[in-house]
Structures are given as structure tokens and as C-alpha cells.
């Protein structure tokens, strides 16, 4: 799996990864969305690099111009609920792409053990298309793999990426392990670790509940 952690060559980027991390700034609950859909949208650009293009023909009052376009059937699904505006910043950039949207939780067992249920499966046929996966926060991976298991049946996708904005290693290491080898990872930023609430330290905290609120 090849992974793209973009936080390597800074760009503005980090001005919104440091305004999500931000306690100060974090809990503006608008804000923090906004920033995060604005990170969605720089990974919608970068994969976009290694999509198939197709010569068309535009044209312009004054004449006519031949410009290579993205030729990629999209599918964009996101994990509920965290997922949400992440995906919305992928939709700006793709604008004609299909959407999926499932929900994955924690079922806590102990304290510090849990289990990934998912739920709510709304998705498209996926065969022969270019699947997107947004997981905001890419901790133990094994969300984003109960939902890869979760969207079998739907199709075998063309290729795969993985759109994430905060990860740790130990979480990269699972998807790398269950994911089909031409997998994509584009990632944001990478931490050190996860605590052993299977949080990422030092990331940002709860990305659900930033954007929409705690849940009882
Ligand atoms: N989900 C979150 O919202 N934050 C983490 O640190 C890990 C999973």
C-alpha cells in the first residue's frame, strides 16, 4: 500500500491540521468542521493527480481548447458520523461522484476493550469504480476495514483510497495488512501512538463529538 502523509511538505495544510488540534479553536463546533472539509478537499487534489484523464474538447467563446478531465467513475463513502465533513470537502472537488455512507461504532466491552459495529448501509454498485473511504481519524484501523468487509457486497471497486486526516502508525500498520495491495493511504498527519482507550495521542480528541456534539 503506498501511503501519502501530506503534513511532510508543509503547506497551509498545517494551518487547519493546528486549528483542529487547537483546544482554543477546536471547540468552535463550525469551525472545526469547516477546517476539516477544507482538508478534504487538498486530498480530493492530491488523489486527483493519479486519476485517468481523457482529452475533451471545451469550448470558449473565442475558440476551442482540448483539456485532459478526470475520467473516474467516484464513489465517496464516509463512516457516520464523523465522516461527514470530510466527505463534503471530497464532494466539492468530485463533483459527479456517487455516495456511500455506513455507520461504524465502538462497542465498549471493558474500559479499555471494544468491538467495531457497523450499520446503515446506503451504497451504490462499486464494481470497476474508483471507491473513496473518508475516516477522519484513522486510529486502530479497524472501523475502516469493518467497512471495507461491509461493502463487499456491493461490488469489487477498481482501486481504493483511503482518505484520512489524523492516523497513528499502529492503525496504518492494520489497513496496510487487510486492504487490497493497490490500496492508496492519503493521509494528513501521523501521530506518535494510541492511548489505551484506542485514542490517538496526540491528535485531537473526539472528531464526532467536535463536530456535532457529545452523544449520551
Ligand atoms: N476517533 C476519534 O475521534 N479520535 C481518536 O483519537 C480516535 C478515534
Known sequence: MKVTILEKEPSVLNTFISEIRNRAVQQDPMRF???????????????????????????????????????????ICSILRAGLPLHNGLLDYFDGAENAFI??????LSETEFEIETGYYAAPNLEGKTLILADPMLATGQSIVAVLEGLKKYGTPKEIHLACVIGATEGI??????????????IAAVDEKLNNKGYIIPGLGDAGDLAYGTKQ
Open 33 to 75: 468542521r469547516k477546517n476539516i472539509e477544507r482538508i478534504g478537499e487538498i486530498l480530493a487534489y492530491e488523489i486527483s493527480r493519479c486519476f485517468e484523464y481523457r482529452t475533451q474538447t471545451v469550448s470558449t467563446p473565442l475558440g476551442t481548447k482540448d483539456m485532459p478531465l478526470p475520467n473516474n467513475k467516484v464513489v
Open 103 to 108: 455507520a461504524a461504532g465502538r462497542k465498549h
Open 173 to 186: 500498520q492494520y489497513v496496510e495488512k487487510h486492504f487490497p495491495k493497490n490500496t492508496r493511504l492519503w
